[in-house]
């Protein structure tokens, strides 16, 4: 059985990626382009990708492939549809992630909150040596208690955000996404949690639903001395009016681990903007994230060769 690891550079090189030799026969691809693809994958069984892209028409063309084995939790890059009418399996990784993705989020709002970058830049530019006195204080300095952090998206790495919010003695509003129905009063109406936020943290899947959530309008909503954050993904905040909405001090700041395009091109405004903290996607991958994205990846091929490949379709 021949196994197929299309960008294992997504993966890190700290990874050890020889462990799935116990399954078969592997094949491991540093990245793989899309002219690339059906080469790589022609006698491949199991296919083990990150971000490479599965459409329809490629994977009508498959002979051999039985299982899309994602590194990841979300799969839209792979045409769920086709693959079912295929017979193909595809697998994804739930929660691996989760304690990686909820310090990131928090890594970027002390970033903020404590103007960590502007002060360490002084700092090292010598502008601390020339100080008259022992401090300085030349830029916010902001304690998260008693602030309000608005979340939207309350799944494992929500809720593991709402538990450090109230270790800092934050007071946790849960938002609503528009068009959806929820039970119970835990919940409070997207366009409050825009208002009465001074926080905003995103942790919600792009979908046609949540995709430009966050645009001109909502940002008009927020509180002028608030900051955005998003980890998640990047077609859920408009960066064009985000940029805007920056520059003319609708809301203070943000923090992106996101970008609409990824990589995040040279061009982008968002870049020439000093109230904006970018990271380059990498909430999720924490060392220890990875090592139990390894290990899910490992027993979702275990579950295909035992004959329960209906426990992880993401088809049905």
């Avoid at 990498?282 to 994205?293: E, F, V």
Wanted: glycine share 6%; hydrophobic share 40%; charged share 25%.
């Amino acid at each position: 059985m021949e196994i197929v690891v299309l960008d294992a550079l997504t993966l890190g090189k700290d990874i050890d990626l020889e462990r799935f030799n116990r399954f078969g026969s592997i094949k491991i691809y540093q990245v793989t382009k899309p002219d690339e693809l059906i080469e790589r994958i022609k006698d491949a069984e199991i296919v083990i990708t990150n971000k490479v892209v599965f459409s329809k028409e490629l994977i009508e063309n498959t002979s051999k492939l039985k299982l899309i084995c994602v590194a990841a939790t979300g799969y839209n890059n792979v045409d769920i549809s086709a693959a079912s009418k295929k017979g193909i399996i595809v697998a994804n990784v739930r929660n691996y992630s989760t304690e990686g993705v909820a310090q990131h989020t928090f890594a970027l709002i002390l970033a903020l909150e404590n103007s960590l970058i502007d002060y360490i830049s002084d700092t090292k530019s010598g502008l601390w040596e020339k100080s008259p006195v022992f401090t300085m204080i030349s830029h916010p300095f902001n304690e998260l208690f008693g602030k309000k952090i608005g979340i939207l998206g309350y799944g494992t790495i929500g809720k593991r955000v709402a538990e450090i919010a109230s270790a800092f003695g934050m007071e946790v509003l849960i938002g609503k996404r528009r068009g959806i129905q929820y039970e119970g009063r835990e919940r409070v109406d997207f366009d409050f949690l825009l208002k009465e936020s001074d926080i905003i943290t995103i942790h919600t899947p792009l979908s046609d639903n949540t995709k430009n959530l966050f645009t001109s309008k909502e940002f008009r909503k927020m509180k002028p001395s608030s900051i955005l954050i998003n980890a998640a993904r990047g077609g859920i905040v408009n960066e064009e009016d985000l940029y805007h909405a920056l520059l003319n001090n609708t809301i203070r700041a943000a923090a992106i681990d996101v970008a609409e395009i990824e990589p995040m091109q040279s061009d982008n405004k968002l870049l020439s903007l000093t109230n904006i903290l970018i990271t380059p996607h990498i909430a999720w991958a924490s060392y220890q994230s990875r090592l139990k994205l390894m290990d899910g990846i490992e027993l979702n091929i275990e579950k295909y060769l035992n004959g329960k490949g209906s426990e992880i379709n993401l088809a049905i």
